[in-house]
């Protein structure tokens, strides 16, 4: 729970907006319409799920953590994501390395355009 609270610190600090960020075993989710990898390994792997591509053992365990993302303000988001989760997903590359982007979360929000 420590990386969810540093992460919603982050996103409150720099785009000023609340969010609940929670620790997931897995994606489980029919209706799952968005999603932020937070390194490129993630963004892969979170892609092919997304897609309902196959994904190999070997490359889901790489994901280190997955999280969902929850807007206290659901206003603060795109009318087709309001109410619904963001998925969250790290990952080590295929050296077992992690190169984390944190800004991935602050610049692939669905989030509504300010006035």
Not at 21 to 41: C, F, M, Q, R
Not at 62 to 73: E, S, T, V, W
Not at 90 to 111: D, R, W
Request: aromatic residues 8%; contains cysteine.
């Amino acid at each position: 729970p420590a990386l969810a609270k540093i992460l919603e610190k982050w996103i409150n600090h720099f785009l000023g907006i609340a969010t609940t960020i929670t620790p997931l075993k897995e994606i489980n989710d029919p209706k799952w319409v968005w999603h932020v990898g937070l390194d490129a390994s993630a963004t892969e792997i979170l892609n092919s799920l997304y897609n309902k591509e196959r994904v190999d053992e070997a490359t889901l365990s790489r994901i280190i953590c997955l999280f969902k993302l929850d807007f206290n303000d659901p206003n603060t988001v795109i009318s087709q994501i309001r109410g619904k989760p963001i998925y969250l997903g790290m990952a080590m590359n295929g050296e077992s390395l992690l190169k984390l982007k944190p800004q991935n979360v602050i610049f692939n929000l669905p989030l509504n355009p300010v006035s």
